[in-house]
């Protein structure tokens, strides 16, 4: 447990990167952990597109405000893992929406984002996820078709600058028992 509870709470987001490739069984392990998370009614909605390309990752990177902490990391990891849902799947049966959310693909990308974070992290990766830039430009840089959302952008590569921890809330504060 000690190792998971390591894993959990040592990943942090990394937003400068060393020019340095990531190898391609480490890439193929990231994507196992997507492969492998849970989703609505095991839809695995889920698409990603891995951006290596300079030029692509220079597009992506003018979709993004250059206020954003990310900002610099969409050109200076070595790879962006870009998440794209498919829209009308998750949480659906035979085409209705099944609950009063809607569309789960929020939810379920979530959890892939975080099964892409912490596999990272186990294999000495960083990572960030980005989710503050213009959609639409960026689903226009990678041909993303109609049906389909681009949910975020997660940099990846071997961190130039670890991140300080920012403070979480108590267990106390969340946590309630029995009744909210
Ligand atoms: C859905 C989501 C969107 C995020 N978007 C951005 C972003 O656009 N830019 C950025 O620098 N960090 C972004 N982050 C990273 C958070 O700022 C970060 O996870 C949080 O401050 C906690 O720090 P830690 O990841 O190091 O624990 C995002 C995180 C999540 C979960």
């Not at 498919?86 to 975080?114: C, E, H, N, P, R």
Request: aromatic content about 10%; some cysteine; overall charge neutral.
């Amino acid at each position: 447990m000690a190792d998971f509870m390591d894993i959990v709470k040592g990943r942090r987001s990394i937003r400068r990167f060393e020019d340095k490739a990531v190898p391609e069984d480490q890439l193929n392990t990231v994507l196992e952990a997507v492969q492998w998370s849970p989703s609505w009614a095991n839809t695995q909605c889920w698409e990603i597109v891995v951006v290596r390309d300079p030029v692509v990752k220079e597009q992506l990177q003018a979709a993004v405000p250059a206020t954003n902490p990310a900002f610099k990391s969409m050109v200076e990891a070595p790879v962006v893992l870009v998440l794209v849902a498919k829209l009308q799947s998750s949480g659906y049966y035979k085409g209705q929406v099944t609950t009063k959310f809607g569309d789960w693909f929020m939810f379920d990308l979530g959890i892939a984002a975080q099964s892409i974070c912490l596999a990272a992290h186990k294999l000495g990766l960083g990572t960030v996820i980005a989710g503050l830039f213009e959609h639409e430009k960026a689903k226009a840089v990678l041909g993303v078709p109609a049906g389909y959302e681009l949910v975020a952008l997660i940099p990846m590569g071997y961190a130039a600058k670890d991140s300080a921890a920012p403070k979480r809330r108590e267990i106390g504060e969340f946590t309630h028992y029995d009744r909210f």
